[in-house]
């Protein structure tokens, strides 16, 4: 720092009198010089560092609002709607039902169960059912069947679903198949028999169900090596009872179809026929 008056460098910082007005002074600092004592004011050097340090603060701000316009996604361009399903009304479901196919009578009781479109009502599921089940739907017959074994809709009867039962796992319905083996092995509505157990699970497994493969080795382990092969001989050789309706195998898990394991038994008994 250099005095105006006498050009020295013997310059010191000097301190503000309460009478000088600091505003006037804002962007400066007083100074007196030691040899002829001259006070004076100059430029802040702090100002200095101050503004640029303001400026550093700006400029990185600048950055980071760059960034951040450059990532958020445009919203000029539009995504794609949103495909809802469409469903058909309960009106047309119902509409359709009542023409008579063993197809539309079957989907009206699902519509009905657990999971469909309509508030639950067993006796409503029952009746649509019975009327595709008498048709020889094989969804129809398997449901109305688990329908008379939980007693909903209807008084329980273990004998009946046995019936309704076996007549949908003859026609090659996998769930249907497993709940017979479960009625075999338990002797539910049905005379007790582990090799029928066995057969019926084996048959079933062997359209990937997965619970009919746990079931057949569950029950085998209730069985001899001779029974186990005569039951493997029996499922080979067993012919399905053709169906004339399209079935609709994707079963949805709910209390209607939960069934009991691990029950032992034991007994020996040929299949039977649709009907018998």
Known sequence: MICARCESINVRRSSWKKNEDHMNHLLYAPYRCRDCKHRFFKFSGLFKLSVAATLGLLACMGV??????????????????????????????????????ADDQYA??????????????YKEALKWFNLAAKQGHAGAEFNLGLLYRNGRG????????AQWIEKAAHKGYPAAQYQLGTFYKTGEGIQRDLMQAYVW???????????????????????????????????RNF??????????????????????????????????????
């Open 64 to 101: 980071f609002v760059t960034i951040y316009l450059l990532s958020k996604p445009d919203l000029s361009i539009s995504s794609p709607p949103i495909v809802h399903e469409i469903k058909p009304s309960r009106t047309l479901i119902l509409d359709k039902a009542k023409q008579g196919k």
């Open 108 to 121: 009206a009781g699902l519509m009905y169960m657990p999971g469909g479109e309509f508030p639950i009502d």
């Open 239 to 276: 012919k399905l009872t053709p169906s004339h309706h399209h079935q609709d195998k994707t079963l949805t898990i709910n209390d209607e179809n939960h069934v009991e394991t691990n029950i032992p038994g034991a007994g020996l008994k040929q299949p039977l026929k649709p009907g018998d």
């Open 201 to 235: 699970y084996n048959l079933a497994s062997a359209q990937g169900y997965e619970p009919g493969i746990a079931g057949r080795d569950n029950v085998a382990n209730l069985m001899n090596a001779t029974e186990v092969l005569k039951a493997q001989t029996l499922s």
């Open 154 to 161: 209807v008084l329980q009867d273990f004998t009946v679903a």
